[in-house]
């Protein structure tokens, strides 16, 4: 159903060696391991390798020096922000800043300017993500029609093009009548449908996590019960509909519960969570710091301690960035009008490896969470290294400490709250379809 | 002692001994408002701007009075809201004042924390005259002010504040103040109108007016909002006053010396009945009064007169 984009390989060698690095392809490798990739594809993963390799120079060895060797991250959930926005983000650049990050692969989402619900927004897209040769391209198409709710978007039309799922982002379907159409229409199509779950209603103009510090700052706040009276009537309409919702970033510890007992029915639902929500709470806001906005808010440590929960037990499925980008004048604005969303691509593996470090998840589990798991859901051709894959991979140190400076992001944009972290885990080297697409060697 | 700071941003920033400080210095400038010749030569030559981006004429002339008593020069700048839906942020109105080398901006912003944010990019001393919902911090002081010249004290006295808790900086401000200085706050307004966790405060919340009353020292009214009747906070205007206005009748709930309070303007019949407006339990005219006093002594200490205060935080 989905088309691979074709990467032509860019080097005179069709035969490429990653040699020396211990590889974690999740489910299948975890140990010191060669990779042989030929004409983009991977060929052998192994050591030492079974397959002949000539000793000569048409061959391109790339040393992994112990480092990791794993499937290119997925990303099932960034803003790229063209076509509409391309002051805050282009294609070009976010793709640039996804491979800067790890990441392979990356669906976007609707939420451009026109929005993409139709197909010469979607083909658009997939033509600007293959010419600037980074990470693949995923377009998500609208639910509704210019996701304003109320009429369904053409959803056939859509995935013909090449759309991996339909999702009306920030702009949630209110109307449940209308939500449960678009799952039975998604039906005959096999895609998930994602909703980003938000009463808006109860919302009402809040623009932290309601609570304590809200109060103390005098700030309106974005109750719980906001996300969770939208997931907890998404899995009914999954149950109704028998149609694979996929809840978008979640940030409630009942969110999390409520995925969690509707799994062990056998709902066919799964679940994203983004690396802000797991490292930082609503202490970030104190300051009025625009760069610690984003929605779903920023909530309390009970919270931070049920998504890792989740995540360990498999509640939820995948990490994903929400990377949205917005230019620094936008993020200057008074924290209450500042627009939501921080970037994402360069900071979620080494957020995600912290994880690892504080013991609750193995390294394997980690990178399932960001390579195969998130493919499986979207139904992509990657997020593996099998042989016969393309050779979609990312190499890098997980001992390496960096300090995270904004100014030398690739994205356009550098509104992150982790800016002067000192993090672990360096990204080396990112191929896509066996084409070196970022190298910091 | 001086007051050790460039700006005045929040009750919760201070301590209970520079509240204290402030009041006893406006409380001898206040001697100056009975003068024929209603000024002081503190703050000669120094440049205060008023840099309000919310209608206000209260505060805003309370400002520009104690500035110009204390010799001050003073610009009142009230940008439209049309050049901040042209973009231009607040940080850069306020460097173009600045430039203008002006001391101290006094500044009134619909967004919680504008304040703190404009402080920390300019050199001048910034007042918080109303940060959205968040804080009033003069407001507060000059409260605080009020009830110490009537009753002798804040510590151990009962206060009840009655209204629109959630959506109110003077609330935040003055339940902050009276806890610091160790009054015993009792906060009453119907469950709408209270924000989460506001028990974590210090307070005691009721929902009931009558309840609350009973042996208060001090009742701080707060101005209803009539448009938070769409956002489905209240069912009328009329319910309102039937539970929560402040009669008479309610007012002998609590002590017999009890004051009222209100930060104005008043909205009579629905929080606050004339005849208790206009009784002598109401010392709402005391409160402006003494709201001159309370800034002077704030520019004045800021400003490093006197006692040179650091400028370092």
Redesign the interface.
């Known amino acids: 159903m989905v088309k691979e984009t074709s990467q032509k390989p860019a080097s005179s060698s069709n035969t490429i060696l990653i040699q020396g690095g211990i590889v974690i392809d999740p489910g299948r490798v975890n140990g010191r391991a060669d990779v042989l990739i030929q004409h983009g594809k991977i060929v052998e993963v192994g050591f030492p390798l079974k397959t002949p390799i000539r000793q000569d120079s048409s061959v391109i060895i790339l040393e992994a020096n112990g480092w990791i060797v794993a499937p290119g991250l997925v990303d099932l959930h960034c803003h790229l922000r063209e076509p509409g926005f391309e002051y805050k983000e282009t294609i070009a650049t976010g793709a640039a800043s996804a491979v800067a990050g790890g990441f392979t692969s990356i669906c976007c989402m609707p939420n451009t300017q026109p929005v993409n619900d139709n197909e010469s927004i979607t083909k658009f897209m997939l033509a600007k993500g293959e010419e600037a040769g980074k990470a693949r391209v995923f377009p998500i198409g609208a639910i509704t029609r210019k996701s304003e709710g109320e009429e369904l978007a053409d959803i056939g039309e859509l995935v013909d093009a090449g759309c991996v799922a339909i999702s009306d982002d920030g702009r949630p379907v209110m109307n449940s009548l209308v939500m449960r159409r678009a799952l039975e229409y998604a039906k005959a199509f096999g895609i998930p449908v994602v909703d980003h779950c938000e009463d808006l209603h109860l919302t009402?103009g809040g623009c932290m996590n309601?609570?304590?510090v809200?109060?103390?700052?005098?700030?309106?706040?974005i109750p719980d019960a906001s996300e969770e009276v939208m997931v907890a009537r998404n899995l009914a309409l999954a149950d109704l509909t028998g149609v694979h919702v996929h809840l978008a970033h979640l940030s409630t510890a009942r969110s999390v519960e409520l995925v969690r007992h509707a799994k062990g029915q056998g709902l066919p639902v799964s679940a994203e969570v983004c690396p802000h929500h797991f490292s930082i709470t609503e202490e970030a806001v104190r300051?009025?710091n625009s760069n610690a906005k984003m929605n779903p808010p920023l909530r309390t440590d009970e919270d931070v301690q049920a998504l890792k929960q989740g995540l360990v037990d498999g509640t939820i499925d995948v990490i994903a960035t929400d990377h949205a980008p917005h230019a620094l004048?936008e993020k200057?604005?008074?924290?209450?009008?500042a627009p939501f969303g921080i970037v994402g691509f360069e900071t979620a593996l080494p957020l995600t490896l912290r994880l690892v470090d504080d013991g609750v998840l193995s390294l394997e589990q980690a990178i399932d969470k960001l390579t195969r798991a998130p493919a499986q859901l979207f139904h992509l051709p990657v997020g593996s290294l099998q042989p016969g894959k393309s050779a979609d991979v990312v190499v890098f140190d997980p001992k390496e400490e960096w300090v995270v400076d904004p100014t030398q992001f690739h994205s356009k944009s550098q509104n992150t709250p982790f800016g002067g972290w000192t993090v672990k885990g360096k990204v080396k080297m990112t191929l896509v379809g066996g084409r070196v697409v970022y190298d910091a060697r | 002692m001086g007051l050790q700071r460039k700006d005045l941003l929040t009750i919760?920033a201070l301590t209970a001994d520079e509240i204290q400080l402030i009041l006893t210095t406006a409380e001898s400038l206040k001697e100056v408002g009975g003068r024929d010749i209603k000024k002081v030569p503190a703050l000669r030559g120094k440049t205060v701007v008023n840099l309000f981006f919310e209608p206000s004429t209260r505060t805003r002339t309370s400002f520009e009075l104690a500035a110009k008593r204390l010799s001050a020069d003073v610009i009142n700048f009230s940008p439209s809201t049309s050049s901040i839906v042209k973009?231009e942020?607040?940080?850069d109105t306020a460097r173009n004042i600045e430039s203008m080398q002006a001391d101290i901006i006094v500044l009134r912003?619909p967004?919680?924390?504008?304040a703190?944010?404009l402080a920390r990019s300019v050199r001048s001393s910034v007042i918080n005259a109303g940060?959205?919902?968040?804080?009033h911090p003069t407001q507060a002081l000059l409260d605080m002010f009020t009830i110490k010249e009537k009753k002798g004290r804040v510590e151990g006295l009962t206060v009840v504040i009655v209204g629109d808790i959630a959506h109110s900086?003077v609330a935040?401000s003055n339940i902050l103040a009276l806890t610091k200085l160790g009054a015993e706050v009792r906060v009453v307004a119907p469950p709408t109108m209270l924000?989460?966790?506001?028990e974590?405060?210090g307070v005691t919340v009721f929902y009931r007016l009558d309840d609350a009353l009973i042996g208060a020292d001090v009742i701080i009214m707060l101005r209803l909002q009539r448009e938070r009747l769409s956002?489905a906070l209240l069912p009328s205007i009329r319910e309102y006053a039937k539970l929560f206005c402040l009669t008479p009748e309610r007012l002998n709930l609590a002590k017999p010396e009890a004051i009222v309070m209100h930060p104005g303007p008043l909205n009579r019949g629905v929080e606050i009945s004339p005849s208790v407006a206009d009784s002598v339990a109401a010392v709402i005219l005391d409160q402006v009064t003494n709201g001159v006093s309370v800034r002077m002594a704030l520019m004045y200490l800021l400003s490093g007169s006197g006692e040179r205060s650091t400028l370092n935080e």
């Open positions: 009402d309601e609570g304590i809200s109060t103390e700052l005098g700030m309106p706040g300051c009025y004048q200057q604005l008074e924290f209450d009008t | 919760a973009g942020t607040l940080i912003h967004s919680p924390g504008a703190e944010n940060d959205g919902w968040h804080e900086r935040r924000p989460d966790s506001i974590h405060f956002r």
